[in-house]
């Protein structure tokens, strides 16, 4: 039934650490996969892809798509506790007009 | 350049009130989306409007829920009798075009006593 799974749930790390948060999905005429990062207000957006293996960079954050496989990464290197919030990843359709939405993962930086 | 506002950011009602949730879309977008979110789920798309017209309102109940986006003002999310279960946090979304990145407004929480 879902659409968009992301994985792990939650995750806490110290700061310094890279992570990498993962978002599979199952559409039937995908269009591209966005990553938001939601602390406790509005998700803020972080990327848009819609082609396979190019990777979006932006400062510490780079995130990159597989449409063969079906999922995408959204990596974080040198965390800071900044960092901490939920990133949600969505998927668009060609046909349809809303963004499919993954529950998120938590993400906690600790000092 | 203000982004996406949405107001009341709190919402306490009653049981079988009604709940108006308001969003402006930022300045020249005329796409906007309604979601919710229930604790530990994700967003859930309700509806898509543009000026005057609903699109698409696959994602809202059938009944007590109503969207419309007038010609001038807010775009309005109306929620009547309310129960427990519409606590939420609902999120208004605009964009310039459909299929463009959608940029959020910081939600309104209803809280239903």
């Known amino acids: 039934e879902d659409k968009v799974v992301q994985s792990p749930l939650s995750l806490v790390v110290h700061e310094g650490d890279t992570v990498t948060l993962n978002c599979s999905y199952e559409?039937?005429?995908?269009?591209?996969l966005l990553w938001y990062k939601q602390e406790k207000k509005a998700p803020t957006f972080l990327f848009m892809l819609?082609?396979?293996?190019i990777e979006k960079k932006s400062g510490r954050l780079s995130s990159i798509l597989d449409k063969k496989e079906l999922f995408s990464i959204l990596n974080i290197t040198a965390t800071q506790t900044g960092d901490s919030a939920v990133y949600l990843c969505?998927?668009?359709?060609?046909?349809?007009?809303?963004?499919?939405f993954g529950t998120g993962t938590s993400l906690t930086v600790i000092p | 350049n203000a982004g996406v506002m949405q107001n009341p950011r709190h919402l306490v009602r009653r049981r079988g009130q009604e709940a108006r949730l308001r969003c402006s879309p930022m300045?020249?977008?005329?796409?906007v989306y309604w979601y919710r979110q229930l604790p530990e789920e994700g967003l859930k798309f309700m509806v898509y409007?543009?000026?005057?017209?609903?699109?698409?309102e696959s994602g809202m109940p059938k009944e007590r829920f109503s969207a419309e986006f007038p010609k001038e003002g807010p775009s309005i999310l109306r929620i009547q009798q309310v129960v427990r279960g519409d606590s939420a946090a609902y999120f208004c979304?605009?964009?310039?075009?459909?299929?463009?990145?959608?940029?959020f407004g910081p939600g309104t929480r209803l809280t239903v006593l």
């Open positions: 969505a998927v668009d359709e060609n046909t349809g007009n809303q963004f499919y």
């Open positions: 979304a605009s964009s310039p075009r459909p299929r463009n990145e959608q940029f």
């Open positions: 409007l543009q000026k005057e017209n609903i699109i698409d």
């Open positions: 300045k020249g977008h005329s796409h």
């Open positions: 819609t082609s396979s293996g």
């Open positions: 559409v039937t005429n995908f269009r591209s």
